[in-house]
């Protein structure tokens, strides 16, 4: 556990850092606000339609199949580092666990999930 | 100093699970579940459970949340007051299955308390050799099964939002 | 109690040293890329200010802490004011477990040139440039502009998309030196350095961190001549300074683990270990902005089809390949 501690130190440091720079920012910059410059920026027109829009479902599919192959991934790690100590067992059982989620990603492929069109 | 930061990570955990529950914007509540994931790899660490630890950050908050924020940020829900306090029956029945917890780990708790491990026996059962040398010898199978439950998660996904897919296309 | 302070005399030392390189070394960065994209592009750059415009990075950082930071109208304040800095701290963070040098003694101790050497430093890099996507996505949807919120979410699924073939591509590395420890990985290269056996893992790396870090063929979420800035539209001042300098340090950190996985680290011939180390890294980044001055900006459906369809699927096979030849 000991040696997290220079990493913590080193977070409080790093947010410090951040925060110090947002503070004097907002203590040295002048500071006038009225409406028209506080619009969200839409190419000097008053926004017309609120920025609120539903998006298209594929984001959401790339996010769903990114959880599910960074699972993968996430057994994967671990073997890599045992993988010489494993030997040719560990070798043959990763290949199925592979095998397995290849065929996932054809079945994705081959739906036409992945498409962007 | 151990004993100290359990303490603040454990208060931290606690407080930004409340949060959690009473936030009122979706945004808001996601950060705070976040947080609660951040306490509890820093409790894993303070266990000496390095892999368990990292793991939580890139699998919960790395990947998991990502795709809460997703829906949070597609979906764009406009926070309504007062729908929390729609259904007293659903509310009854997740206050009693919270008590009910409750006593069932305070029970195990006391059962248990004797064979819990001290200071001095630890081993390090936590890093990535540990782990995965149990993994890919001892618990072959379920590792091997994780990969169909997967396997079923992705045909899910994209059965679920196919017909959206066929759609989109002219 | 003396060899408890003075270790933690050494770890402060470090660690300011360490965070003041990034920070200075993020401010020139931003100048070498001006200068140097300007050269291929056969401009000038900035030469105003100092001799060949050295001191326009200062001029910068005073012109961003003294402009007005404007919040606006119907954003989430809160999260529009923790989404830069989400980004900067994520970014300079990652240094933590990166070894600049072999160790040094002093005064008869060990000290070892890094600031924590963790043996699962990889993952610790992973975790922490996945927690970046909140920066981009949270930044873009705080601002309550269309450009901001359409640069964010591109920007957060291209993030995750490269993130699956940026660790994978990295399986064989770890096959090859048995831990996640980069100090360890450092010193399997010993005898050759990686990129000389795992060409194919360093091309997908290097393509997945560039997109990872947006950098112009890849950087849709930032679109200018479509989105305006995207996910940093909305930001003034120092707060999108810091998303710039968590840019800039993010490309330090590409060169750094580019190093320390493929390139042998800190070691070298003649030089002292730091002074590789750097040297090595700013080759990285040098690279990185002729790719930028070379190649035009990917459609979105390139973009996603290179990551899914081609970078995965080769980062799988070469994981499989590097075990068989290992194990025969």
Redesign the interface.
Known sequence: MSEYVPVLIMLVLAAATAVGMLVATSKIGPRKVFADKMEPFECGESPIVSPKLRFSVKFYLVALFFVVFDMEAVFVYPWAVLFRDLGMFGFVEMMIFLAILAVGLLYVWRRGALEWD | MQLLMFYILGFGAVLSALLLVTSKKPVNAAMSLIATMFCLAGLYVLLDAHLVAVLQILVYAGAVMVLFLFVIMLLNIQEKEGRLAGSTIALQFVSILGVGMVFVIAASLVKVRGALPTGGELFPFGTTKAVGSMLFTEYLLPFEIASMLLLAAIVGAVILAKRRISDAKP | MLTWSLGFLI??VK?GAV?LFL?LAAAYLVWLERKFLARLQVRYGPNRAGKYGLLQPIADMIK?????????????RV?F?LA??VV??TA??M???IPFGGDLSFLGKRIPMV??????GL??V??LS??G??GI??GG?A???????LG??RG??QM??Y??SL??SL??V??LA???SLVDIVRAQEAYPFILVQPLAFVIFVISAMAESKRIPFDLPEAENEL?AGYH??YS???F??FFLGEYVNMQVLGALVAVLFLGGWSGPFLSGPAWFCIKILVVALVMIWIRGTLPRLR??QL??LG??VL??LA?VN??VT??V??I
């Open positions: 770890l402060m660690l965070l920070l961003m802490l003294t402009k007005e930071d404007t919040i606006p109208e119907g954003a989430d999260i004011l830069p800095a900067t701290v300079l963070l240094f933590a477990v600031i924590a050497d963790l043996n699962i993952l610790f992973f975790a996945s927690l996507v909140y996505a949270l949807w601002s309550n502009s269309k450009y901001s919120l964010g979410i957060a699924a995750i998309s993130e699956l660790g994978l399986v064989p770890v096959m048995g831990s996640f305006g539209t909305e001042g120092i707060r300074g810091l979105y459906d996603m089809a899914w369809k995965i699927p799988l994981i499989v075990g068989a290992i194990l």
